[in-house]
């Protein structure tokens, strides 16, 4: 699942749904941004229930590339990671999905990396 937030005001789990599964990038004016396909906006699978709609964010910008990972690839004091797309340098990451504290974890990764993005590092 990708989810945005539409404010800084983390890590208070205000999300939003962008995308299920898969975004379209884009580059507007220099910055990049996620969209959901058509196909897919609005929808999100959710196992043992099904696909559900939802509501969805139209677009978002892109402040942070979670990579999920197994627990044991984690490294306790990681080096900072990036990942350049369409030209655009963006934090990177490794998180395993299923830790109990995997939600505050990427809360508290978005948060930093919003603050990077409005020049309050």
């Known amino acids: 699942m990708i989810a945005t937030t539409p404010s800084p005001s983390l890590p ?29 906006a609005g929808r999100m699978e959710v196992r043992g229930i099904g696909i559900v709609e939802l509501p969805a964010a139209a677009h978002a910008r892109v402040a942070l590339i979670a990579d999920l990972v197994a627990a044991d690839r984690i490294e306790r004091m990681p080096e900072p990671a990036e990942v350049t797309l369409l030209g655009v340098t963006v934090p990177l990451l490794a998180m395993a999905p299923w830790q109990a504290s995997a939600p505050l974890k990427l809360a508290l990764a978005l948060d930093l990396a919003a603050r990077r993005l409005s020049g309050h590092s």
């Not at 898969?22 to 507007?28: A, F, T």
Request: proline content about 3%.
């Open 12 to 40: 208070t789990g205000d999300f939003a749904l962008l995308s299920d599964d898969q975004v379209r990038l884009e580059l507007v004016a220099g910055t990049l941004r996620a969209t959901a396909p058509a196909s897919i």
